[in-house]
């Protein structure tokens, strides 16, 4: 896919790998729609991605209410005519044991925003990805795949993300959608100074040791290769594609390598 003058949607685009995506994009000469819910943050990202020549127009959204996904999607073809990737990144995430959760609401929250935000706004978006032939990109995690443990509620949702996508991809099959799913492992990403702890509030620091793990820019610079080559799968870590494999022939030692990596934030 040749990415100049597509439309390209970014959930998510606030901060982060939907912010580092959306800089990305514009230098390809992609045609813009970001949604967030921080309108002000989203305004700083549009502008620096106008400042690098891309045509970008924003949406203040929660992709946890079906008619604000609605309303995002027709603007997106309002606004450029057309839409030709949709990019589910919004998300939150948590830290903390599930023994030590006083409130289980947490459970509800990731899955109305990293799961059902994203069956939404890839709901409202079909009509015109048929139209287009175009792409869904959903930003899942290794999370996804295998357990995580003091992430018990995301790793939930980022498991239901993957069972919804997998199966609509075939559904679509024929119709010229294709559908890529993104496993990140860890990313450096203001998600984690926000993430939930035990007591229901932000953690307000992050607990990775950053300096260990990727980069948003190099997250979002494999994203973009993937939304260029319409990949089925990319899983970003070494850790992740051999958990993948592993886990059918040793899931105890994939238990222990996920555990021995939370225990040393990273």
């Given at each position: 896919?040749?990415?100049?003058?597509?439309?390209?949607?970014?959930?998510?685009?606030?901060?982060?790998?939907?912010?580092?995506?959306?800089?990305?994009?514009?230098?390809?000469?992609?045609?813009?729609?970001?949604?967030?819910?921080?309108?002000?943050?989203?305004?700083?990202?549009?502008?620096?991605?106008?400042?690098?020549?891309?045509?970008?127009?924003?949406?203040?959204?929660?992709?946890?209410?079906?008619?604000?996904?609605?309303r995002l999607v027709?603007?997106?073809?309002?606004?450029?005519?057309?839409l030709d990737v949709?990019?589910?990144?919004?998300?939150?995430?948590?830290?903390?044991?599930f023994e030590a959760?006083?409130?289980?609401?947490?459970?509800?929250?990731?899955?109305?925003?990293?799961?059902?935000?994203?069956?939404?706004?890839?709901?409202?978006?079909?009509?015109?990805?048929?139209?287009?032939?175009?792409?869904?990109?959903?930003?899942?995690?290794?999370?996804?795949?295998?357990?995580?443990?003091?992430?018990?509620?995301?790793?939930?949702?980022?498991?239901?993300?993957?069972?919804?996508?997998?199966?609509?991809?075939?559904?679509?099959?024929?119709?010229?959608?294709?559908?890529?799913?993104?496993?990140?492992?860890?990313?450096?990403?203001?998600?984690?100074?926000?993430?939930?702890?035990?007591?229901?509030?932000?953690?307000?620091?992050?607990?990775?040791?950053?300096?260990?793990?990727?980069?948003?820019?190099?997250?979002?610079?494999?994203?973009?290769?993937?939304?260029?080559?319409?990949?089925?799968?990319?899983?970003?870590?070494?850790?992740?594609?051999?958990?993948?494999?592993?886990?059918?022939?040793?899931?105890?030692?994939?238990?222990?390598?996920?555990?021995?990596?939370?225990?040393?934030?990273?």
């Amino acid at each position: 896919m040749q990415l100049a003058e597509k439309v390209i949607v970014i959930t998510g685009a606030s901060s982060g790998i939907g912010a580092a995506l959306a800089l990305a994009l514009a230098r390809r000469g992609a045609r813009l729609m970001l949604a967030a819910r921080d309108g002000t943050r989203l305004a700083e990202v549009a502008t620096r991605c106008t400042k690098l020549g891309a045509r970008v127009a924003i949406q203040v959204t929660d992709v946890a209410e079906p008619a604000a996904c609605g309303r995002l999607v027709e603007r997106a073809v309002a606004e450029f005519g057309a839409l030709d990737v949709l990019v589910n990144n919004a998300g939150i995430t948590m830290w903390a044991r599930f023994e030590a959760l006083g409130d289980l609401a947490i459970f509800g929250e990731m899955m109305s925003v990293n799961y059902l935000g994203a069956v939404y706004a890839t709901h409202a978006a079909l009509a015109p990805l048929r139209k287009s032939r175009g792409l869904i990109v959903a930003v899942a995690s290794v999370a996804g795949f295998t357990g995580v443990p003091e992430r018990t509620a995301y790793a939930a949702s980022k498991h239901a993300m993957v069972g919804f996508f997998e199966s609509l991809r075939i559904e679509l099959a024929g119709s010229g959608i294709d559908v890529t799913i993104v496993a990140p492992d860890f990313v450096v990403s203001e998600a984690h100074k926000r993430a939930i702890g035990a007591d229901g509030r932000p953690l307000g620091a992050s607990p990775m040791q950053t300096a260990r793990i990727m980069t948003a820019e190099a997250c979002a610079a494999r994203i973009v290769r993937a939304i260029e080559r319409r990949e089925r799968l990319v899983v970003m870590s070494a850790r992740g594609r051999f958990g993948r494999w592993l886990k059918l022939i040793a899931p105890r030692v994939v238990d222990r390598i996920a555990a021995r990596a939370i225990r040393r934030r990273y």
